[in-house]
């Protein structure tokens, strides 16, 4: 089987990679790369940070984009004797839509992740940034690294209302609308998917009860046999966890009136279709 793993970033995906990785015959990158913990392992398939922002782009050239990426999974699976071959990245949100129609027996995973907890996540006060995936404040200096992940981060198309105030915006509103239309993307790109194909997977939940959770992803994904033990030690430990010292933010419940609003200004129709409730004075 083929399969892909989608979210915001900051949701559980490295995680997800290294439990999958776990089981036999099976294979999950991420972000291109087999991931040993928090570390990067082998390059397997080309990392698609730059096509994630063109595909954003031209929706019409999302199909040719992913095809030439990613068109040899089902030949480099069987090469590698795999029964399960996936990669999982905040990159496939702008060709989820497409995959189905290049990999017609494929599946996906998608990963929420509360809005306020991902800006949280995203805004940082340390740099540079060892887990960059949001918007930096403007005047951080940042690393080549960094400088290479934000040209494929999305930013608003000339037709969104948000374009024309994008110069001015902050990290932190930067970040409420790099959220909220990620998950649009997502919401709209899963009407392309049977009901069978997709898998819905809440970051809190994973959190919560990891275990039960990945008990879930694996009947889905078809893995046979016991949860192996080795996943045992992987469960237990956080990955990819940021350090407390480097949020620029308080928890959500904290957040000041006016942040809230921006938030829901911002992001609160979307957060109404995941079904999250706003936290903070206006909740």
């Given at each position: 089987m083929?399969?892909f ?8 995906t ?10 036999a015959?099976?294979?999950c990158l991420h972000e ?15 990392p ?17 984009i992913f095809?030439?990426?990613?068109g040899q999974m089902?030949e480099?699976?069987?090469?590698l004797?795999?029964?399960l071959?996936?990669?999982?990245g ?12 290049v990999?017609?027996?494929s599946r ?8 306020q ?6 805004c ?6 060892p ?6 404040e403007k ?10 992940i934000?040209?494929?981060r ?10 024309g ?11 409420c ?5 990620s ?8 009407r ?9 997977v809440?970051?809190?939940?994973l ?5 039960l ?8 994904l078809g893995?046979?046999?016991r ?5 045992k030690?992987?469960?237990s430990r956080?990955?990819n966890?940021?350090p407390?010292?480097s949020?620029?933010?308080?928890p ?15 992001a609160?129709e979307?957060m109404?279709?995941l079904?999250?409730e706003?936290?903070?004075p206006?909740?």
């Amino acid at each position: 089987m083929i399969f892909f793993g989608v979210g915001t970033g900051r949701c559980g995906t490295m995680f997800l990679s290294n439990l999958i990785n776990m089981e036999a015959k099976s294979l999950c990158l991420h972000e291109g790369y087999v991931r040993h913990l928090e570390t990067k392992g082998s390059q397997i398939l080309p990392p698609m940070i730059l096509q994630n922002h063109h595909a954003y782009q031209s929706k019409a050239e999302s199909k040719v984009i992913f095809q030439r990426m990613r068109g040899q999974m089902v030949e480099q699976r069987d090469s590698l004797n795999l029964r399960l071959f996936g990669d999982v990245g905040y990159y496939y949100i702008p060709f989820l839509h497409i995959i189905p129609k290049v990999f017609p027996q494929s599946r996906a995973i998608v990963m929420f992740r509360h809005g306020q907890d991902f800006v949280r996540s995203a805004c940082v006060n340390a740099h540079p940034d060892p887990l960059p995936i949001g918007w930096p404040e403007k005047d951080a200096q940042l690393t080549p690294i960094e400088r290479f992940i934000g040209l494929g981060r999305l930013r608003p198309l000339a037709s969104d209302a948000v374009a024309g105030q994008w110069p001015r915006l902050s990290s932190f509103e930067r970040n409420c609308w790099l959220w909220a239309e990620s998950n649009r993307l997502i919401l709209d790109a899963i009407r392309h998917w049977s009901r069978h194909s997709i898998l819905f997977v809440r970051f809190e939940e994973l959190i919560a009860d990891p275990v039960l959770e990945y008990r879930r992803i694996r009947e889905f994904l078809g893995a046979e046999g016991r949860l192996p033990k080795e996943i045992k030690r992987i469960l237990s430990r956080p990955i990819n966890r940021r350090p407390l010292a480097s949020y620029a933010l308080p928890p959500p419940r904290d957040w000041s009136l006016p942040q809230v609003k921006i938030f829901a200004n911002m992001a609160g129709e979307t957060m109404e279709a995941l079904g999250y409730e706003l936290q903070g004075p206006a909740s």
